[in-house]
């Protein structure tokens, strides 16, 4: 049997708050920036998992600074019927946003509960660096 999957993987350095990000055909991390209020995204190339042997995948490089956030999530979260994946992207850097400026305590499921497709996967990683 032969198939095929998306993957993200995300490294961080506690201390000095680098990263180094990998995508495998996953929609783009996200990195909301605390002081200036804007974000970016960050979507590295690289195939789907299991279409191609010895497959490169890109890195994309960062750094978080106090207060800052990278989310990861599952195209359910942006994706629906009849909607731009910009728009669903947008929509979930609003949410994040004003998330995490309420404070960040049970983020990741506060919008996942709030921008989740109920009809599709729906997951997402909030790291927070404070």
Known sequence: MEGFATCVHL?????????????AGH????????LSGESCAHQPEGPLLGLIDEA???VARGSLAP?????????GMVESPGRDLAQGIDRLID???RILGEGHQYGAQR????????DDDRALVLVHRT
Request: glycine fraction near 10%; aromatic fraction near 6%; hydrophobic fraction near 40%.
């Open 111 to 118: 919008l996942v509960d709030e921008l989740g497709s109920p």
């Open 56 to 58: 490169e995948f890109e």
């Open 11 to 23: 490294t961080v350095d506690l201390d000095s708050g680098d990263f180094e990000l990998r995508s």
């Open 67 to 75: 207060g800052d956030a990278v989310v990861i999530y599952t195209d």
């Open 95 to 97: 949410g994040a946003h």
């Open 27 to 34: 929609p783009p991390a996200i990195q909301l920036q605390a």
